[in-house]
């Protein structure tokens, strides 16, 4: 990471693809395409052909969206130079199904890459490009947009179709309601102590060329200017060199398959057939009950950041400060885990302790410090489900061979891998330790596979009556990867300075 200069420039959203900012929500119809590159020249004339939603805001709003995305062999594929490829992050270059990587984001043995449908070997996708319409206009977009030169161009890997499940995910749980808000007007101060949990992030944690929240630029491909490249800006922080991550990012795609019926049947075996208790038992794994409301009561002051949707703030407005031992939201919950909401000093310090604690002083309690501040690892959630609904508690007679598959296309945007999804997944998801915990790992997305220092993985613990507290063991596996890939979203600047490269 490089030093910031004092250079400063607003946003241009018309450089920016639509999915960072909006997500497309309200495109209810929504498809993924996973293809290589057979014809280059082809491949560069329909990028140039096909009209990328960019962030601006519309009225009306657009009713249908294509973005594209690309993997390192992608860009290669394309004719993009080595020396530019070879310099975008480690973590995309080499990709997902690295070994060491691998073994870190736990996807070994049921989640191994040699077991996916797609993303490995020559199932590797050189481009995600991806189509959002209302359900009932999507299929004759993808037509009229693939055009004549599609079948020359590409050759598809895989077509991702998704469901319409109204905003709740496969376990019936209601989804998205919490999302970082990007500082898109580049007002936050990130030198000061974040003394307060806030859901307003740095711009430069979702778009390359800009301040992250160390206040820091990440590091991404800067090129010398010649002719080919003069439609792309300037970096900030080197102003004589081309930007080619600029109004760019990261996307992380993981197709994520969820075993619903086993997940419902497992809570109510352990409530001992009670649905009642049952969901109480689900809501404790999820953090959150079905309808969305937060186990932890929500919060007397406004969180910076949390929108004015009543519904936003009903369901969002809350820490866990309140909640030190767990009682009311176990530790080990998804939602505790996927986002602590803490602060840079834990406790939220007032006054004197405040000041104290600002020094390096002051008490330290059991929890202290065992996690790095959330604002550091925020991710954009933009994935969509797939599959058809299957109710909690329904009961069917189809064998799990024959059933339906189901699940979450997952796909999260953040403008450094490592430090973002990365440690996510490893440090708080996978890690049998977090929060002081031991021999647990995420109820929802932990493989239950045994790791060095932890031969069991599949237990939760969580507060019962007179603070007593209860342990469940034996936890299956509910979810399991079946796909994935990093991919670079770039600008629309970029995109089109790739697809104009002369052909190698």
Not at 92 to 117: C, H, Q, Y
Not at 420 to 431: D, H, S, V
Request: glycine share 10%; net charge neutral; proline share 7%.
């Amino acid at each position: 990471m490089g030093c910031p200069s004092m250079t400063t420039t607003e946003i241009d959203y018309s450089d920016v693809q639509g999915l960072v900012r909006f997500g497309y929500g309200k495109m209810r119809g929504a498809s993924y395409a996973l293809v290589r590159v057979r014809n280059q020249m082809a491949a560069k004339s329909w990028l140039r052909d096909t009209k990328f939603n960019d962030a601006r805001i519309q009225s009306p709003p657009p009713s249908t969206a294509i973005q594209v995305a690309f993997t390192a062999d992608g860009l290669a594929a394309l004719g993009v130079s080595p020396a530019i490829v070879n310099n975008f992050s480690p973590e995309f270059f080499t990709g997902m199904t690295e070994p060491n990587r691998a073994r870190r984001l736990g996807d070994i043995e049921s989640n191994a890459a040699s077991k996916w449908v797609w993303g490995y070997a020559n199932k590797t996708p050189h481009l995600l490009i991806m189509f959002f319409a209302k359900p009932a206009q999507l299929s004759s977009f993808i037509a009229n947009s693939k055009g004549k030169t599609w079948a020359e161009a590409f050759d598809e890997v895989r077509w991702l179709g998704t469901a319409d499940l109204d905003g709740v995910e496969p376990f019936g749980f209601t989804d998205g309601i919490s999302q970082p808000e990007i500082d898109w007007n580049r007002e936050r101060d990130v030198t000061r102590p974040q003394i307060e949990y806030t859901n307003l992030v740095a711009l430069g944690e979702f778009l390359l060329g800009y301040p992250n929240e160390y206040n820091k630029y990440t590091n991404r491909p800067l090129i010398d200017p010649d002719p080919l490249n003069r439609g792309l800006l300037y970096a900030e922080d080197a102003p004589e060199k081309k930007d080619v991550g600029r109004n760019g990012t990261y996307l992380v795609m993981r197709q994520l398959q969820q075993d619903v019926g086993g997940f419902w049947e497992f809570v109510k075996e352990q409530s001992g057939g009670d649905e009642g208790r049952a969901e109480k038992l689900a809501a404790a794994f999820v953090g959150r009950t079905r309808q969305g409301s937060p186990l932890v009561r929500s919060q007397e002051n406004p969180i910076q950041g949390v929108g004015s949707d009543p519904d936003d703030i009903c369901l969002n407005q809350f820490t866990f400060a309140k909640d030190p031992a767990g009682a009311l939201c176990p530790f080990g919950a998804h939602v505790h885990r996927a986002n602590p909401r803490n602060p840079d000093y834990p406790g939220r310090p007032t006054g004197l302790d405040k000041l104290i604690t600002m020094l390096g002083f002051g008490p330290r309690g059991f929890r202290d410090d065992l996690m790095s501040p959330v604002r550091f690892h925020r991710i954009l959630r933009r994935g969509r489900e797939y599959g058809p609904e299957l109710l909690p508690f329904e009961t069917h007679d189809l064998k799990p061979a024959q059933d339906s598959e189901r699940g979450l296309h997952f796909i999260c945007i953040n403008a450094n891998i490592s430090r973002q999804f990365e440690f996510l997944q490893n440090a708080w998801i996978a890690n049998s330790k977090f929060s002081g915990l031991t021999g647990e790992s995420d109820p929802l997305l932990g493989n239950r596979e045994s790791i060095p220092g932890c031969p069991v993985t599949g237990g939760f613990t969580m507060a019962g009556d007179n603070a007593l507290r209860r342990r469940v063991s034996g936890l299956p596996q509910f979810v399991t990867v079946r796909g994935g890939a990093y991919f670079f979203l770039p600008g629309l600047r970029v995109l089109r300075y790739f697809a104009a490269i002369p052909n190698s």
